[in-house]
């Protein structure tokens, strides 16, 4: 089992900077892939990025690459995505999520075993 608590969102310009935080507890977190998803009213959940156990390998989305970046700190139990040149498409309700089993795509919601609650963030034009 993994908890997951995202914060760090908030209201910010375009062009602005924002860091979010995943605070993680349980025993498997070190050895879960995590990633980060984001949602709009309407729309399906959206894969953003996403980090192997060990940091060795992260993936994004086409959208977000070259302007987020996924990081861990499994001593400290956490998941960051920085995001910086953010853009008004940007808003959204970010989510963190927990991978627990090897199978599966990281790029994929159903592939991930474990959700924080979410937090806002919104950019503004």
């Known amino acids: 089992q993994v908890a997951l608590v995202e914060s760090g969102g908030g209201l910010v310009q375009a062009g602005g900077s924002l860091r979010l935080s995943c605070a993680a507890s349980?025993?498997?977190?070190?050895?879960?892939?995590m990633g980060w998803f984001r949602q709009v009213p309407g729309k399906e959940r959206e894969f953003v990025a996403a980090?192997?156990?060990?940091?060795?390998?992260?993936y994004y989305a086409d959208s977000v690459e070259g302007r987020f970046t996924i990081s861990r700190d499994n001593a400290k139990n956490r998941v960051l995505l920085q995001m910086n040149s953010l853009k008004p498409d940007d808003t959204a309700v970010y989510y963190c999520a927990a991978k627990a089993s090897y199978s599966g795509t990281y790029y994929a919601s159903a592939s991930y075993d474990f959700w924080g609650q979410g937090t806002q963030v919104t950019v503004s034009s």
């Open positions: 349980g025993r498997t977190f070190s050895s879960s892939a």
């Open positions: 980090i192997s156990w060990n940091s060795r390998n992260t």
